[in-house]
């Protein structure tokens, strides 16, 4: 996993205001905007769809960030 990627990403996510899926290393994933981001570049913070405003370290990523895809049903 390249941190630096994703914080790079990251960046243009919230300039874009495009919504994505995050994958924690403990299984726990948010599809939301990204509101914000650390100037340390340890983390950013995303509000999920379901669970509000959450902070997310960069080490905490199981996969990168990826723009988020309606699946259909």
Do not use: A, C, P
Request: hydrophobic share 35%.
């Amino acid at each position: 996993m390249n941190n630096e990627l994703n914080y790079e990403k990251t960046k243009v996510f919230l300039e874009r205001k495009i919504k994505v899926h995050v994958v924690k290393n403990n299984g726990i994933w948010y599809n939301g905007i990204i509101t914000e981001i650390s100037k340390t570049k340890d983390y950013f913070f995303i509000v999920d769809e379901v669970r509000g405003k959450q902070m997310i370290f960069y080490e905490e990523l199981n996969k990168d960030i990826e723009i988020y895809q309606e699946v259909e049903k």
